[in-house]
Each structure stands twice: as structure tokens, then as C-alpha cells.
């Protein structure tokens, strides 16, 4: 990260587990450790732009410090259920199966987020 800060380069992360939900997850160690530890470094370095995760099964997007953090959702099997109250959630998309399309272009990232049904549930822009 800092020899990308140093470039002026984007950095997008992507893992399995979500600092931020709106699942039973809020409580769980790993997430709690992901908000404790990983949070402040991505937030340290502006050439951080977005995290993408997964392992929750509904759709979710948060923002804290100009960071999107974004859960892709489920493409199937069961789904999770809201639980708790994400401060930093600004779309949420639960009992859906999802897809998002990304647009990268030098300058921004894009991105549009569908159900199953092709019904479109956000969209929002990483600017470069």
C-alpha cells in the first residue's frame, strides 16, 4: 500500500470476510478484527479505493471515509437475514440472488449491482 501511495496508484482489495454488515457477522471475531486492524490501514492510504468481499449472502454497501465497502451477495444458496444496524451501510439488498457489472476505465470504476431478476438495486462510481 504505501509503495502504491508513493505511485499514485488505485488499489482495490478484494477477501473473503466483510469488516462491515448488517448480519449476525457484525458480532463475529473475524469482522470484529477486520474493523479493529485491516479498517484503519485501507483507511491510512488514499489509493485505496474499494474492498470487495463475500461470504455473506445478501447484498450490501458501505462507506466509511470516502472507502467503498462492497459485499457482493449471494449468486446463490441461502441468504442471510438482517440482524443488525450497519452505520456505515448505504444499500442493502436482502432475499436476493445479485450480480454487479464493473466498467473500468483509467479515470473510474463503475459499478451497477441487478437482483436475479435483473431488477437494478444500486450504482455508484470509484473515481480514480
Same mark, same amino acid.
Given at each position: 500500500?504505501? *509503495?502504491?501511495?508513493?505511485?499514485? #496508484?488505485?488499489? %482495490?482489495?478484494?477477501?473473503? &470476510?466483510?469488516?462491515?454488515? !448488517?448480519?449476525?457477522?457484525?458480532?463475529?471475531?473475524?469482522?470484529?478484527?477486520?474493523?479493529?486492524?485491516?479498517?484503519?490501514?485501507? *483507511?491510512?492510504?488514499?489509493?485505496? #479505493?474499494?474492498? %470487495?468481499?463475500?461470504?455473506? &449472502?445478501?447484498?450490501?454497501? !458501505?462507506?466509511?471515509?470516502?472507502?467503498?465497502?462492497?459485499?457482493?451477495?449471494?449468486?446463490?444458496?441461502?441468504?442471510?437475514?438482517?440482524?443488525?444496524?450497519?452505520?456505515?451501510?448505504?444499500? %442493502?439488498?436482502?432475499?436476493?440472488?445479485?450480480?454487479?457489472?464493473?466498467?473500468?476505465?483509467?479515470?473510474?470504476?463503475?459499478?451497477?449491482?441487478?437482483?436475479?431478476?435483473?431488477?437494478?438495486?444500486?450504482?455508484?462510481?470509484?473515481?480514480?
Amino acid at each position: 500500500l504505501e *509503495e502504491n501511495q508513493k505511485k499514485n #496508484k488505485p488499489v %482495490i482489495v478484494s477477501m473473503h &470476510h466483510s469488516p462491515f454488515s !448488517s448480519s449476525m457477522e457484525w458480532v463475529r471475531e473475524i469482522p470484529k478484527r477486520l474493523r479493529a486492524d485491516l479498517v484503519p490501514t485501507l *483507511e491510512k492510504y488514499s489509493c485505496v #479505493k474499494m474492498m %470487495i468481499s463475500g461470504h455473506l &449472502h445478501m447484498y450490501e454497501r !458501505s462507506e466509511k471515509n470516502n472507502l467503498q465497502y462492497l459485499v457482493a451477495g449471494p449468486s446463490g444458496g441461502i441468504i442471510n437475514y438482517i440482524t443488525y444496524k450497519n452505520p456505515y451501510q448505504v444499500t %442493502i439488498k436482502p432475499f436476493s440472488t445479485t450480480f454487479s457489472i464493473f466498467k473500468v476505465t483509467d479515470k473510474q470504476i463503475e459499478v451497477t449491482t441487478f437482483t436475479g431478476l435483473k431488477e437494478m438495486i444500486d450504482h455508484f462510481v470509484v473515481k480514480l
